[in-house]
T-cell receptor, first 115, second 111 residues
Framework: DGGITQSPKYLFRKEGQNVTLSCEQNLNHDAMYWYRQDPGQGLRLIYYSQIVNDFQKGDIAEGYSVSREKKESFPLTVTSAQKNPTAFYLC??????????????FGEGSWLTVV | GQQLNQSPQSMFIQEGEDVSMNCTSSSIFNTWLWYKQDPGEGPVLLIALYKAGELTSNGRLTAQFGITRKDSFLNISASIPSDVGIYFC???????????FGTGTRLKVLA
């Protein structure tokens, strides 16, 4: 099936530990995104990438890092510098701006909890 | 970051009733999207709108792209219990990849 696959669904992080959330898409989309969702709040952009080997910081990039070595993959690392990482993380992808039908699709999300 | 103004924040309705919610922005958008999100799951795209004035239906759902390009509404007709969830809008300003999201409308349907 075509879509966006996030893993793991649930992840527990110890204090001072880095963790990586995986995101893979087979939609042949150029652009990929990571959002953070906290209870009762809207989506906040962490990082986004328009093409391979290029990415930009979003509104809340501090304490996070990404890479875009392949078109289909956009992993997110939550570093120990992120002081409040407990949240629901959503990966998304879309066609590049300028192509008609530009629509963003989401993965199923990953829960990260600090223990 | 900027967010859209979405209303209402929550709704309690009886099964069979119609529902209406809307999003407004101070910016002009060239795309409006509507999603439904169940607890602990990723948002699912319901309707996508690409032209000012466009009216699009998906089953019992109907959405419109406002003429001013600064607003959009979503209607759900004859609501059923499985319509329960959070609905939110997203807008894409011209010339950017950065979607802007509404804060969501929480819908509860009473059987």
């Amino acid at each position: 099936d075509g879509g966006i696959t996030q893993s793991p669904k649930y992840l527990f992080r110890k204090e001072g530990q880095n963790v990586t959330l995986s995101c893979e898409q087979n939609l042949n989309h150029d652009a990929m995104y990571w959002y953070r969702q906290d209870p009762g709040q809207g989506l906040r952009l962490i990082y986004y990438s328009q093409i391979v080997n290029d990415f930009q910081k979003g509104d809340i990039a501090e304490g996070y890092s990404v890479s875009r070595e392949k078109k289909e993959s956009f992993p997110l690392t939550v570093t120990s510098a992120q002081k409040n990482p407990t949240a629901f993380y959503l990966c998304a992808s879309s066609t590049r701006q300028g192509i008609s039908g530009n629509t963003i699709y989401f993965g199923e999300g990953s829960w990260l909890t600090v223990v | 970051g900027q967010q859209l103004n979405q209303s209402p924040q929550s709704m309690f309705i009886q099964e069979g009733e119609d529902v209406s919610m809307n999003c407004t922005s101070s910016s002009i958008f060239n795309t409006w999207l509507w999603y439904k999100q169940d607890p602990g799951e990723g948002p699912v795209l319901l309707i996508a709108l690409y032209k000012a004035g466009e009216l699009t239906s998906n089953g019992r759902l109907t959405a419109q792209f406002g003429i001013t390009r600064k607003d959009s509404f979503l209607n759900i007709s004859a609501s059923i219990p499985s319509d329960v969830g959070i609905y939110f809008c997203a807008g894409l300003p011209s010339g950017t990849y950065k979607y802007i999201f509404g804060t969501g409308t929480r819908l509860k349907v009473l059987a």
